[in-house]
């Protein structure tokens, strides 16, 4: 059974920094790609970042230059640095995977998803 937990939320004032944390645990296969999405209230889920298991990296406008995705996929653990951080940041946080490439920020495109970590930044 595949498991993705996400860890590393919290609060924290506008131009704060976090560092989000995702485990992966099952077997999905030997070559898949993660994405991080988040929601807001009200909103529609959004794909951040994604990473695949050459590391080829794709990021939402929103978030280039402020966070980066980083980790190994054979080692089973993604990472997401987020500087920089707005109020409009704020959102649960989601880590997704699916079998194969390339890096993908339509969350149709995943079948595997953590619970979420809650992201707060205040103004």
């Known amino acids: 059974q595949v498991q993705l937990v996400e860890s590393g939320g919290g609060s924290v004032p506008s131009g704060g920094s976090l560092k989000l944390s995702c485990r992966v645990s099952?077997?999905?296969?030997?070559?898949?790609?993660v994405g991080w999405f988040r929601q807001a209230p009200g909103k529609e889920r959004e794909g951040v970042a994604s990473?695949?298991?050459?590391?080829?990296?794709d990021y939402a406008d929103s978030v280039k230059g402020r966070f980066t995705i980083s980790g190994e996929i054979a080692k089973n653990t993604l990472y997401l640095q987020m500087n920089s951080l707005k109020p409009e940041d704020t959102a649960m946080y989601y880590c997704?995977?699916?079998?194969?490439?390339?890096?993908?920020?339509?969350?149709?495109?995943?079948?595997?998803w953590g619970q979420g970590t809650q992201v707060t930044v205040s103004s």
């Open positions: 997704a995977a699916n079998l194969g490439g390339p890096p993908e920020l339509e969350v149709d495109e995943y079948n595997y």
């Open positions: 099952g077997y999905i296969g030997s070559n898949y790609y």
């Open positions: 990473i695949d298991f050459d590391g080829n990296t």
